[in-house]
Structures are given as structure tokens and as C-alpha cells.
């Protein structure tokens, strides 16, 4: 997910930019980088609990390997980017940072991070198109650790009992989710909110259809709002979607108020500890049959502060980036691991991963196209979304004037 950077933080951090490499230098001279060889900051926003007992773990696992120390500090995600910022303004900005892989544009183009190849790290041995993630401009900025994406979860039971299959064109969800509301159960849910989290959830259908971001009111993209707005006008999906987020959706879901529900790999944990919940797990339908499904890359990427002690941050990023921890994070998250050759084994330890896994061939990086406009352009987005969903706006409407608001023209 993403936040937008204030005005005037691109000018102000090339100031910075400056500053830091004067500081650098300073710190050089005066022997303080080698004081600070021992121990590090990090900051990243992994605040739920299964997220930040894997991180510390991980965290823990390395210090104690290389015998460098991480100071940690979790942020909140709505928070990180803006912490870091002011951390930046006042020259304090931590050596390493776990970031959400559509950030890595915003802080690459503002100065705030190095190049990997500027402390020696490389990216090889990750899977091509994860490692893909953390390039801006022809350049990396980024080590992989773990992704995520989204897939169709299901009742077993509420589908078993309706005679339903799991569907796997969107005629199928469409007509599955029709038979399976009624009284107070909808078909299915999805997080529906006018921002980041409502963009990542529906864009599977707006990439699926043929259409792009850098274009919103494509026949493509019009299509594919059209589609989700004929499942509310249809009674298959509450109008109340609008405002559900990841957890109000799960909630639908684990109440059997919804028996389909689009959602993370993340959820599974979560969903695992109702042991009367019967859920199966297939990737998001498509437009036509047996067609590889496009979906987002969620997850995060470690970057390296300008200012950081390099020599440090590498011995810990090299750890963290290992085989051995990036699996045993990736299976604490419920994450895909980004390691080529831990892959086997993560799919014989979960097993229930399996349709994530098979849709990161379709995977697409939210700002390989728009870069640091991408933000400007989801909003847009799930502002018209928001409007055709309660039909308040026709799909062509919304989206009109959402690539006006997006483009400037």
C-alpha cells in the first residue's frame, strides 16, 4: 500500500540528500560510524501480532549471528512514511527500513535510500520479478524478504450445501454469489474502503480485464467497475462494502455473513484459530476460463538509509535476506517467500499456500508503470469505485473523471 509525500518533500530531501553525505563524512572522520558498528536501527510498520513476533524473531535470529545489535522500532503502516520523513528533517533517520514495496519509488526519487550495490548487496537467488520490485529508474534499491497477494477464500460448508464449485470465471462468481445470499448472508465481501486498501483488493478485476492504472477510464477498466457494481445491484455484495476494510470483511467472512471473501494470505492464521470455520482457498477468478490471473504484490522490501553505517546494515540485511530466515519468516507471516531455493519446502510446509503461490505468475507491481504517480491514481481510483458501488455514478462517469482528477488533463 501506499502514502502520498507532502508537498515540497522532494526539494526538502535533496537538501537532505546533501546534508547527509557532509554528515556521512563527518561521522567518518570523527571514528563515531565505527562506534555505531555494534548496533543499528531499523523501523517498519510490522505491528500486528503475527507479523511482529515473525519480525522480532528474525530480528533476534540475526543479531545474535552477526553480533550486530538492531534497535527496532514498529510503526504503525499509516504512519511509517511520514516517520521516516521527519526522522530524515531531523537527521535521525534509522539505518535500515522494512518498507512496503510500493514506497520504494517515493524514497529512491526523494534521496532518502541507497542503491543496494552502494553497500554490496545483490540480489541474486531471489525470484526475478520479486527482486524486480525495488527497481526505480533502472536501478535497485531494495532486498526482497517476503510478498503476499490476494486469492478467493470460501465456506465449505455454505458452498457444499448451496451445490456450488468454486468459481473460477467471473460469470461463476457472479452466479455463486447470487445463489449464496439471502436472509443476512451475501455472497461475497471484499475490502471496499475509498483508499489504498480498496484499490489493492479490486484491481485484480481492473488488470484481469486488460486494463491499467496509467489509463482509469479505459473500456477495460470501465468494465471491470461495472462487473462489481452489478454484484451489489444484484444483492450478492452488501452495499456496506464501502465501508469494510481487511478486518471488517474478514468479520463478514468468520460470522458466515459472507460466504466468499477476497482477502490476504495474511488472514489465514487469523482464520485458522475458529476450528468450526470449514474454509477452502482458490486464486481469483478470471474474465474467461483457465486464464492466469493478475494480481497485486503485496509485502515488503529492506532498504538502506543514506545515512546508514553500510558495512552493518550489509552484515544484517545478509542475514535477513538468508535462506534459512527469510523461509522461517515467510511461513510465521503466511508469506511467499522471495528465495528461489527455499520454494519447494514452503510449498510442502503450507500446503494450503498453494493458490497464492500459482498467481505470482500474474503478479504486477502497483508502480512499475506510474512510479511515484501511482498514488495520485489509486486514489482517483478508489474515490470512483466508491461512487459506482453505490450507484451513485455510472462506471464511464467515475472513471472520466478520475483520470481527469489523476492526469491534470
Known sequence: MALVLKNGARSAS???????????????????????????R????????????AMQKAIDACAKQTGVAVDRQAVPYPDLIQKVLLAAASRTLPDIIYIDNSDVAKLAD???????????????????????????????YALPSANNTIGLYYNVDLLKKAGIEPPRTWSELKEAARKLSG??????????TPNEMGTFHTSTFVWSDGGSFDKLNSPQAIGALEYLADLVKIGAVSKSVITWGIDESRDQFLAGRAAMLIGGSWLMPQLDKHPDLHYGIVPIPTPKADEQVKVPVG?????VSVTADKEAAKKTLECLSSPEVVLEYAEGRHNIPAVVSVMDRFN??????APFVSEMAGAVSRTSVLGTAYPKYSAAYSAAMQAVLIGQKTAKEALDEAQQTASGK
Open 299 to 303: 509485502g515488503e522490501l529492506w532498504v
Open 42 to 53: 531499523s523501523m517498519d510498520y510490522m505491528t500486528e501480532p503475527t507479523a511482529n513476533a
Open 183 to 192: 436472509g443476512q448472508t451475501y455472497g461475497l465481501a471484499f475490502p471496499g
Open 14 to 40: 535533496r537538501a537532505y540528500l546533501k546534508w547527509s553525505v557532509a554528515a556521512a563524512m563527518g561521522l567518518a572522520i570523527t571514528g563515531v560510524a565505527t562506534a555505531r558498528a555494534e548496533t543499528i
Open 348 to 353: 510442502k510446509d503450507l500446503p494450503k499456500m
Open 110 to 140: 526523494g534521496g532518502y535510500i541507497l542503491p543496494i550495490s552502494d553497500v554490496g548487496l545483490k540480489t541474486e537467488g531471489f525470484v526475478p520479478a520479486l527482486a524486480a520490485l525495488g527497481d526505480y529508474k533502472g536501478v535497485n
